[in-house]
């Protein structure tokens, strides 16, 4: 069974900082590329930052240069650093990876509010 366990959201000011962790089971981990995607409310849900299995990235335009997207094979784990936080990274954030479409873990609140 796939399962996606997202964690280290919270309530932070912006210009704040705070490093996401989601851990993978069930998976072949180090030969999936692994997205960060979030939803806010009244939005659809959108990928923000993807690693591939080799170690490269992308990133949404809207967080480039803010956040960064790495991965522990070992630890079948990837993270989400997210530096320099607006009020509009307010939202639920999961991690995903296209080769399990089905699944998707419970998310992990993030809101930038002073």
């Known amino acids: 069974q796939v399962q996606f366990v997202e964690s280290g959201g919270g309530l932070v000011q912006p210009g704040g900082s705070l490093r996401l962790s989601c851990a993978a089971s069930g998976i072949i981990f180090s030969a999936y590329g692994m997205g960060w995607y979030r939803q806010a409310p009244g939005k659809q849900r959108e990928l923000v930052a993807y690693?591939?299995?080799?170690?490269?990235?992308n990133y949404a335009d809207s967080v480039k240069g803010r956040f960064t997207i790495s991965r522990d094979n070992a630890k079948n784990t990837v993270y989400l650093q997210m530096n320099s936080l607006k009020p509009e990274d307010t939202a639920v954030y999961y991690c995903h990876t296209l080769a399990e479409p089905g699944s998707w873990g419970q998310g992990t609140q993030v809101t930038v509010s002073s």
């Open positions: 690693i591939r299995s080799g170690g490269s990235t």
